[in-house]
């Protein structure tokens, strides 16, 4: 049984930054993808940024040159570096990971997205 387990949300100022940390245990296998998504109240879910199963990294445009996406494969773990926060980074952050090489790409409609496992969620407030 996978389990994602996500780490190191909170509050901050405008312009602070945050980083996430998504620890994945019982994963089996070399070919998978994973991700960050978010998801403030009102809105749809969204693919921030993504790490292909090749390393191949993507982001959302609104993210783009803001955060940064990385994994330690060696402890498991994927991470998302977020700088120049802004208020409308407000959300539910969840990280999920795939059996698939190009299911967690990011900035796809929320239908593209059909992954095999989620975290339960780390709560990022941005304040003006």
């Known amino acids: 049984q996978v389990q994602l387990v996500e780490s190191g949300g909170g509050s901050v100022q405008a312009g602070g930054s945050l980083r996430l940390s998504c620890t994945a245990y019982?994963?089996?296998?070399?070919?998978?993808?994973m991700g960050w998504f978010r998801q403030a109240p009102g809105k749809e879910r969204e693919g921030v940024a993504g790490?292909?199963?090749?390393?191949?990294?993507s982001y959302a445009d609104s993210v783009k040159g803001r955060f940064t996406i990385s994994q330690d494969n060696a402890k498991n773990t994927l991470y998302l570096q977020m700088n120049s926060l802004k208020p409308e980074d407000t959300a539910m952050y969840y990280c999920a990971a795939d059996y698939s090489d190009f299911g967690c790409r990011a900035g796809r409609s929320p239908d593209y997205y059909k992954l095999d496992y989620w975290g339960q969620g780390t709560q990022v407030t941005v304040s003006s």
């Open positions: 019982g994963y089996t296998g070399s070919t998978y993808c």
């Open positions: 790490i292909d199963s090749d390393g191949s990294t």
